[in-house]
């Protein structure tokens, strides 16, 4: 309960491909899992350049100072969000996510 | 750094009428202003092409830039009056329902300056602790403390007293009864004082001390305040002597006792007035008050049993005032821009773009024509008082659980930024207070992050896709509000062919309603062009223009939840909530109401049989299409982020065609509370086929009509593909429709 199985590589192939829109259940028990289970930080995203830049950023929950830049930057959402279900593969998992 | 701030005094003017922008600006000597007329959204590359129209006036230029404060913390206030010049022994007391005992110093009640050390005050210290503290202004301060903090969220009855001739200073607490077991017990605490506790020229303040005087307006006449308590006030009462444990629980008690009226100051009733700003003293001074910065009243006082759960049954029980120390109803800035509207400009939305250096700052605002004068056959309704409630919606960017409710990460821009750099500028009712209570009221004289041809396609910068459209199209309108809406009622409309709505006018007031009902039985024509429409009741504040109350009662989809007794809004003492719990269902106005949401992914509509029915033929003209909509630039489709359905149990007429309905929603999708009695774990939209968007249409029985998308994306799919798709063709043969004067004939 409550944890990812990391030998499912099948449900990190049909995020990658679809990162938006119908999930199978697995998939968005993993989802659920990688967006409820926040000990610290969580990310979002500040749209640098107006419809052409993302850049990832952290907040702490519950704090109301302004959100922590990175210099990661994406050019879509799709890459930002593929990226960040990379992070918390691993943070979850405690292995590198198997797909790149 | 560069950043601008700024509002202006009224969101709707007519021409003849002006606009007063107020700015402030860090990291520039000047900024420079730019009228434009606004003519799409900033959408990027999938939006329309937007050129927004530039337009020529002496109100156009450079400006001196300068930093205006903002003073956020609500209080109350009986202004400096001999009668409390001349107190030296004294005993101040109050019930509190203290909610951030432990976030330092705080103020309840007294005459105190916190830079001069002069004046009496009873308040907590920096561990929450009740302290008493009198100080004469020279530097002689003593105070005085109980030994462990006040209890979080529980009823007290709190008290000092200052006793010259025993010279001594106590502090007392006695818990309320309440039927909970927290352990509590009277506490009483006392210190030797030979320090005088006389505040000539001080006011009497609650829920916050003075810091001095300032030169320009604070949110109270030229006075600064400091030490905002968070948490309920009741039965605030001061006394010229120092009482003892009975006087003070005779004192806290429904009336002011025969031995004691000629010894009381003060005694506010908060029950009294609840509509207002007024702090009613029903002492035989009658040292009236006001509350500054909407702290808010209709709440549960110490003595609330739930025998009455609306205020205006039984008052007496809420004589509570709940204090926020991020309270703001008015930054009280002075002008730097007066747009005049020329008396020739025609109806629109525009903005007033302010820049410096790298810095922008969007204010937007309504040029509407003069009331019950129709330039135009078609008038836009602008959702203001939606844009309102909304205003500086700061919790999306502050819980992880957005990104799991709106499935995808929470995208926010430098604009969006300036909430956390200038928290003072104030929150939304999608936020809770510093304190965790739910935010009832909002204000638009204040900076507004959300109100922008720019940033998220939301609400505002979403309804410019539809002006884009009667752009595009090259149909006249005119731009009215919710605000005159509320106001003048069906005056408004009933000179207009065709009413449309924003992409999602959420909020409404009975006198909102009740116009567009009206209008409806007056052969109007109405397109509601989003969803999640006519959703939740507001109250206007009676004499603030700009201000409105939401009370998030039993049901809906909520950012928080009102307390037990609290559904009520103090504006009106009408119940809050969903109109839908009080017999106006929106299907009944517009066939269709809420029915979930999810911000993912958007769908398409499958066109329905009811399409082919000859009424609805002029709506399908042109249009040989199955799939409706599945583009778009909202998340790649028409239906979608909110959407209604058809129910006739909630009053979509019996002949209302669905003329369409969306399917195959993600997962993110689910059915709204109201409509779940035991939750059962099939309600997202990949399980239940409850979750779906209806397009309707349905006659009026004066040959008006009714037509409604039932999606807040379906607004973005109007521009796909240069306005050649079956959405805009759909959305425009309706259109057209509605403006032709031929009677729509009931079937």
Known sequence: MYAINPDRLDLVEEFKARPFGEHSPDLQYVLNLMRTKITNAFPLLIMTRPYEQWTLAWKSVGDLEPARRTNTTFDSIEAAEWHVFKLRWRELTGSDCPVD | ?747
């Open chain 2, 1 to 747: 750094m560069t950043t601008i701030l700024a509002y202006a005094d009224r969101f709707t003017a007519r021409p003849g009428e002006t606009i007063a922008i107020k700015a402030s600006v860090e990291g520039a000597d000047t900024f420079d202003c730019h009228i434009m007329r606004l003519t799409g959204p900033e959408a990027g590359p999938l939006g329309p092409k937007t050129a927004h129209e530039p337009l020529t006036h002496p109100a156009n230029g450079s400006y001196p830039a300068r930093v205006q404060a903002i003073h956020a913390g609500s209080f109350a206030v009986v202004a400096p009056h001999p009668l409390l010049d001349r107190l030296s022994a004294v005993t101040v007391q109050a019930f509190i329902w203290a909610t951030t005992p432990a976030k330092g110093r705080q103020a309840i009640a007294g005459c105190w300056s916190e830079p001069e050390g002069h004046g009496f005050l009873l308040g907590l210290d920096e561990l929450g602790r009740l302290e008493g503290r009198v100080g004469d202004g020279t530097g002689g301060i003593v105070t005085v403390r109980l030994d462990t903090p006040v209890p979080e969220r529980r009823w007290l009855l709190v008290a000092l007293t200052v006793d010259p001739a025993a010279a001594t200073l106590t502090v007392r607490q006695w818990p309320v009864a309440e039927p909970r077991f927290d352990p509590e017990v009277p506490r009483e605490a006392s210190a030797a004082c030979t320090v005088s506790a006389k505040s000539t020229g001080l006011p009497f303040l609650l829920a916050a001390w003075s810091e001095g005087e300032d030169a320009r307006l604070t949110a109270w006449r030229h006075t600064r305040t400091g030490g905002h308590f968070n948490g309920k006030i009741d039965r605030p009462r001061l006394a010229n002597r120092a009482l003892g444990a009975a006087g003070i629980r005779a004192l806290a008690g429904d009336t002011i006792p025969p031995e004691l009226v000629a010894d009381t100051v003060g005694a506010w009733d908060f029950a009294r007035d609840i509509p207002t700003e007024i702090v009613r003293d029903v002492s035989a001074n009658r040292l009236g008050g006001v509350t500054v910065n909407l702290p808010a009243r209709a709440m549960t006082g110490h003595n609330w049993t739930g025998e009455a759960t609306a205020w205006p049954e039984k008052p007496e029980h809420y004589g509570a005032i709940h204090f926020h120390d991020d309270d703001l109803v008015d930054c009280v800035w002075e002008d730097d821009v007066i747009f005049e509207v020329p008396g020739d400009l025609s109806s629109g939305i525009f903005c007033a773009r302010l820049t410096a250096n790298e810095a922008t700052f969007d204010v937007a605002f309504v040029v509407s024509p003069p009331v019950g004068q129709a330039r135009a056959k078609v008038a836009f309704l602008a959702s203001s008082a939606t844009y309102t409630v909304y205003l500086n919606n700061r919790a999306r960017f502050t819980s992880p659980m957005t990104h799991l409710y709106h499935g995808r990460m929470t995208v926010m821009d430098p604009v969006d930024e300036l909430m956390f750099h200038h928290p003072a500028i104030g929150i939304s009712t999608y936020d809770r207070h510093a304190d965790g209570s739910g935010v009832c009221y909002a204000s638009r004289h204040r900076p507004a992050t959300n109100i922008r041809p720019s940033g998220r396609l939301w609400n505002f910068h979403c309804d410019l896709f539809i002006l884009h459209w009667l752009e595009t199209i090259g149909e006249p309108y005119d731009v009215i509000t919710d605000d005159d809406l509320h106001t003048h009622g069906l005056d408004l409309l009933r000179n207009y062919s065709v009413v449309l709505t924003g992409t999602h006018p959420e909020y409404d007031s009975r006198d909102m309603l009740d116009a567009l009902d009206g209008y409806l039985r007056i052969g109007g024509r109405f397109m509601y062009m989003g969803g999640n429409g006519f959703y939740w009741r507001i109250a206007y504040h009676p004499d603030r223009p700009g201000v409105i109350e939401v009370r998030r009662a039993e049901g809906g989809v909520r950012a928080w939840i009102a307390e037990p007794g609290e559904a009520h809004h103090s504006f009106t003492g009408e119940h809050g909530g969903l109109w839908r719990r009080q017999g106006r269902a929106p299907n009944a106005l517009a066939g269709v109401g809420f029915i979930s949401q999810g911000f993912d992914d958007c769908s398409y509509y499958r066109r329905m049989a009811d399409a082919d029915d000859p009424r609805a033929a002029f709506a399908f003209e042109g249009i040989p299409d199955t799939i409706i909509g599945d583009f778009g630039v909202l998340q790649g489709g028409a239906a979608g982020l909110e959407i209604d359905s058809a129910d006739p149990k909630l009053g979509t007429p019996p002949h209302a065609l669905i003329l369409a309905r969306s399917e195959n929603h993600s997962n993110t999708y689910e059915l709204v509370p109201e409509e779940v009695a035991i939750p059962h774990g099939a309600l997202n939209a990949v399980q239940n086929e409850q979750v779906h968007a209806d397009m309707v249409f349905f006659e009026t029985p004066e040959g008006g009509a009714v037509w409604s998308s039932g999606s807040i994306a379906y607004a973005g799919s109007l521009s796909w593909n240069g306005y050649d798709n079956n959405v805009a063709r759909l959305t425009t043969n309706v259109l057209k429709r509605f403006i032709d004067p031929a009677s729509f004939a009931m079937p």
